[in-house]
């Protein structure tokens, strides 16, 4: 999988909101240190924590199984643009018989889970899916017979606090492998600087 932040809210934007509270904007420093402890204090430990809805992070997710993405769709508070298999399925019409066991060349479509009997499993699947778009089968029903692990991509963009939630949840260690990688992928592409927010959420060993 592959995790881009394609854009995220400079941390002033969320102290800027705290201090609308107090009227006390000349205390700011530009998200600085002086910000910085003020969104830990009221945003974190005094649990005001729609503050933190202020701050928005833009992703761009690579490479990930759509067994994934139907567990990342449950998060409601984020938004979500994803490659649609209606329009894009025909990418698969060029392309010649999947040999069993060819991880390399399987993964370029597939998220594979490491035993061999799963994936060559999805790899059938993948042959099934392509004589069934040999034969002019619109997408629109092709897709019927996608397995979970055909790799997607996606745009997702999600506020601070519900970051937190999702990071919390799924970087734990009883969630789904997959979206657990993803989980610390997203945490490893926050800003250096914006780390502290979700440092505590990080499921730690
Ligand atoms: C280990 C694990 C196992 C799971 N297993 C299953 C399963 O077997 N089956 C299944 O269906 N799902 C399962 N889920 C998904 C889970 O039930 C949630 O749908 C998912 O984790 C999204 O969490 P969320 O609702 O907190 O997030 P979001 O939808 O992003 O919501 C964020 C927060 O907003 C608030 N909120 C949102 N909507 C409402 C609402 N309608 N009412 C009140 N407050 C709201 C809540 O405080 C919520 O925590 C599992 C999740 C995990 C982590």
């Given at each position: 999988m592959e995790v881009t932040l394609l854009n995220h809210t400079p941390l002033w934007v969320c102290s800027n909101a705290i201090r609308t509270c107090w009227q006390?904007?000349?205390?700011?420093?530009?998200?600085?240190e002086i910000d910085i402890a003020l969104i830990e204090r009221v945003?974190?430990?005094?649990?005001?924590?729609?503050?933190?809805?202020h701050l928005y992070y833009n992703f761009y997710i690579k490479g990930v199984s759509r067994a994934l993405l139907q567990e990342l769709a449950r998060h409601r508070i984020a938004s979500l643009s994803v490659k649609s298999t209606r329009y894009t399925?025909?990418?698969?019409?060029?392309?010649?018989e999947f040999r069993l066991n060819d991880w390399q060349n399987a993964s370029r479509y597939l998220v594979l889970s490491g035993n061999a009997d799963v994936d060559n499993a999805s790899i059938k699947a993948l042959n099934n899916l392509r004589e069934i778009l040999a034969a002019n089968t619109s997408l629109d029903i092709a897709?019927?017979?996608?397995?979970?692990?055909y790799k997607t991509e996606l745009s997702w963009s999600i506020n601070a606090r519900s970051l937190q939630n999702f990071i919390t949840l799924r970087s734990s260690k009883s969630a789904l492998w997959e979206i657990r990688n993803l989980a610390n992928a997203i945490y490893n592409a926050i800003p250096n600087e914006h780390k502290f927010i979700f440092a505590d959420c990080v499921y730690k060993d």
């Amino acid at each position: 999988m592959e995790v881009t932040l394609l854009n995220h809210t400079p941390l002033w934007v969320c102290s800027n909101a705290i201090r609308t509270c107090w009227q006390s904007f000349d205390k700011g420093d530009n998200g600085g240190e002086i910000d910085i402890a003020l969104i830990e204090r009221v945003g974190n430990k005094l649990k005001h924590a729609s503050t933190l809805e202020h701050l928005y992070y833009n992703f761009y997710i690579k490479g990930v199984s759509r067994a994934l993405l139907q567990e990342l769709a449950r998060h409601r508070i984020a938004s979500l643009s994803v490659k649609s298999t209606r329009y894009t399925l025909k990418e698969l019409k060029g392309e010649s018989e999947f040999r069993l066991n060819d991880w390399q060349n399987a993964s370029r479509y597939l998220v594979l889970s490491g035993n061999a009997d799963v994936d060559n499993a999805s790899i059938k699947a993948l042959n099934n899916l392509r004589e069934i778009l040999a034969a002019n089968t619109s997408l629109d029903i092709a897709k019927y017979c996608l397995p979970e692990s055909y790799k997607t991509e996606l745009s997702w963009s999600i506020n601070a606090r519900s970051l937190q939630n999702f990071i919390t949840l799924r970087s734990s260690k009883s969630a789904l492998w997959e979206i657990r990688n993803l989980a610390n992928a997203i945490y490893n592409a926050i800003p250096n600087e914006h780390k502290f927010i979700f440092a505590d959420c990080v499921y730690k060993d």
